[in-house]
């Protein structure tokens, strides 16, 4: 078969245009013609797709333009110029094979072979285009559909944050956007806000709220690309070089692909959008900017919309809320002229003064607030005041008579004229001792007097204990008004007062004559009321603690399911449950006796009796242990005041037989919340409560809320994870190289902790190693750890000559620890002098005795002992000489600040410790050396050693790689 019959062959089974192409300068090279033929082909440019031109071999920008500018339509002038092969439409296929000259035959069979391929050309160009043509619409209707959501969530969402939540899933099923935000500029003061903010590895969140000035963002990326009022494009690296920005931290990380949008209002730019990828497969291409500006613009025009609608919803709010006060106006007129109206009739019909004051709180509180309302008077001595009504929210008691005072009461009756007093009024009032409130302040207070025959007999006074509900002086006129009326039906009702004297004299008769019926019942009486004792006591024993008389854990759990009920029911009444516990209080039970213990166990439960009301119950559980229930509280400062009168309680000593003792609690206190459904739950929540305020320091008090629950959930979580973790061997260890600071040779590596968590990728030991420790866990991951590092050694010790690794307290309380150590090394044929500890000082501390042992006995078998994060405790120059350690580390927090300026404090610090532990003998290794200034400050000061990200980064035992070395060059 001929070479040409088998290029057509080749040729009509060609699916696309790059094939054929191929085939076509393959061919032509075989004929001998040239070797460099080149082909450009053009299909439709579309909203996604910019560039139109594909070329085979790849051709640059100005290789095409000539190409494309040289070409005919004559097949034959192949040798001199480029040639259209074949045209569709608008898209075309250019051949470029200019040559010298050719032999007439060989010319012949090319022109032959170029008009037999222009038609399988045709054919494809027409081909693709189609197919181009498929996918261009299924990607407008994809877009269209994005941008009519986006105009749905605009009217149909009111909350911005899930507004902006659900626009980035939208564009996120459009391009690239995993990392995404929507920023808000104003140009007058160059200040923006992010709107919305969304990134897979910089997760700080950002507030919606707080505007970002140009003096925070000098070197921004996106306040350049606002400014410019351009879009941007590239790496973060080349944007930066692109507006002269310098790289800066607090920015966020490089990204290696970034795309910004400014959105522009009448050529004023009012926010952007910006897209971001970190992963060098994921890269933005021109139909992606071509989209993007699209939306940004469909996404400003929807916003602008959605502004306008809001601010003329708040304008027929504000028009509608004009003409309710107006209608409420009106209806208020209305009811004050009946309820006149109806206070004249009652004046005039009511004789019984009780009913009378009930009827009168009736009608004075469809006018006002008259929630908390009484009506007191001068006895006939002038020395007492006396309470015929009294209704008040703040108190249960019922207030029937006190003796003449300073009251704001007494105030009234010697102006003689109406008071209305504001809190800061009251205030003032007492410091000047001109008045002062009996019972509960209110936050307002309003009082009239009752004037006959122009003396004042009494007043009518409302209270106020809400900012909310504050009178004004339209109410005092009111009241005033309703008091004149009072004192006239008083008047009246005086009149009568003799015939009901009479009635009570008839009654007293009558109680005389049933004197001795209730003499012959007393017997029968006494002994059914010593039944009811005797049955009284057994019930009282059942619920009540012993030592204190308090309520037990019975009475506690039924008063709890009560309580419960009723905040169900209504779950505006709320409670609290405080949990109580003594701080100290066995060092004094052990060192002074039961006997005194149990003394101060009873004023510890008359203490906490004195804090709480009477319907609130105090209970003691047992020990040092004690629980209150409060009742009925309208809010969390209610409990807040109740516990910290309760620590105020608890100042001042407690004397027992002469001795002085000083005793504090803890308090743990929950709050009655829908999640509690029975007693246990709500005595949980306080008791969790209790435990963080002993964690904080005793003597305080800490309330229960979503934030220890969701703390006490996490830990959980993170326990049962760890569990898994160490059955799965998700706990590995990285190495972080120990450089010579001079050399850059490796001497040896430290083993730092990781968990590999399959969810949440790279772990560190900040979020873990406190719950590891709680629970026990951290010994279980230390030997772990150990025993991967004993596996992992030979590898190392090809690089460095040792490893080091941390050991925890807990470790230097078992006393088997050296010999367990040691018998895991041999296990591995790992010699001593290849392994290295590193202790805290906390450790030490802990366990001195037992610590020093241990550590003795290490450094006997040849391993070396490392005093880990030097500075940052106590810095004790005990440990330095009665501890076997030779080696100091100096913690990064000292290395960070270290400038080889005069005046740098840390420097002379760090040479004063590395002074100090020359003289002791001692090696010293530098820790977080970041910056090649902090490496020759370091050598200036004579210290050898160190490690830190200047060098390298902890990585996994696969990732070290053969030996290595740092140059300093």
Known sequence: MSTKSLFFQSLNKTADLQSAASLLCEHLKALGITDNARCLWHLSSNHFQALGHQTLPVMGIDEMTDVEQNAVDDIGQWQSSPIYLARHQHYYFILDMRCTAVDRALCDRIENDLMESSSVLRYLLAKQQAESNSIQLHKSEKLQQ??????????????????????????????????????????????????????????????????????????????????????????????????????????????????????????????????????????????????????????????????????????????????????????????????????????????????????????????????NIYIAFLDKDGKNLEFPYYVDESSTDKVERRPISNGLTEYVLKLKKPVLLSEDDIFRLKQKNYAEVKGTPPKCWLGVPLIIKGNAIGIITLQSYSDAKAYSYKEQELLSFVSVHIAQALEKIESSNNLRTAYAEMESNVQKRTLELELSNQALREQIERREQAEQKLKYDALHDQLTGLANRNQLYDRLKQSLAQHQAKPTRLFAVFFIDLDRFKIINDSMGHWVGDELLKHVAERIQNCVRKPDLVARLGGDEFAVILNSIRNVNEAKLVAERMLQAFIEPIYIHGKELFISPSIGIAISHERHQDPDEILRDSDIALYRSKELGRNRYTFFDDALHQSAMHTLIIEGDLRRALTR???????????????????????????????????????????????????LVDWSMYEQVCRDLPVLLGIGSYVTINVSPRHLGHENFANRLLALLAEYGVAPGNFRIEVTEDALIEHPDLGLKLLTHLKHAGMQINLDDFGTGYSSFSYLHKYPLDCLKIDRSFIATLTDNPNNKTFHLIKAIHALAVSLGLSVVAEGVETKEQRDCLLSIGIQCGQGNLFAAARAIEDLGGSFKFSFA
């Open 146 to 371: 994005a941008l009519f959501d986006i105009s749905n969530l605009v009217y149909a969402e009111h909350d911005n944050t899930r507004l902006f939540r659900k626009m980035h899933e939208i564009i996120n099923g459009l391009v690239y956007a995993e990392n995404f935000f929507i920023v808000k500029y104003d140009e007058n003061i160059q200040a923006m806000q992010f709107l919305y903010y969304a990134d897979s590895i910089d997760k700080e969140p950002v507030d919606p709220e707080d505007v970002w000035d140009s003096s925070k963002l000098a070197n921004s990326i996106t306040l350049a690309m606002l400014k410019s009022k351009q879009f941007a494009w590239n790496s973060s690296e080349a944007l930066l070089e692109r507006f002269g920005l310098v790289r800066d931290d607090n920015l966020g990380p490089d990204s290696v692909d970034w795309m910004g949008i400014p959105m522009l209002e009448n050529d004023v730019v009012v926010g952007g959008l910006v897209v971001q990828s970190y992963l060098p497969n994921r890269r933005y291409t021109q139909a992606d900017l071509n989209l993007m500006s699209f939306v940004a613009e469909h996404i400003r025009q929807s916003l602008t919309r959605r502004a306008l609608t809001e601010e003329l919803e708040r304008k027929v709010g504000e028009r509608t809320a004009k003409l309710s006060e107006e209608i409420q106006e009106r209806e208020r007129s209305e009811r004050i002229q009946s309820a006149l109206f109806n206070i004249t009739k009652l004046a005039s019909q009511t004789e019984d003064l009780g009913d009378f004051y009930t009827a009168m709180h009736l009608i004075v509180g469809q006018l006002l607030d008259a929630k």
């Open 729 to 779: 061997d998700e706990i590995v260890p990285h190495y972080q190289p120990i450089f010579s600071l001079e050399s850059g040779n490796v001497l040896g590596f430290e083993a730092l902790m990781r968990w590999q968590h399959p969810q949440r990728g790279i772990l560190y030991p900040a979020d873990f190693s406190e719950v590891a420790k709680e629970t026990g866990l951290i010994e």
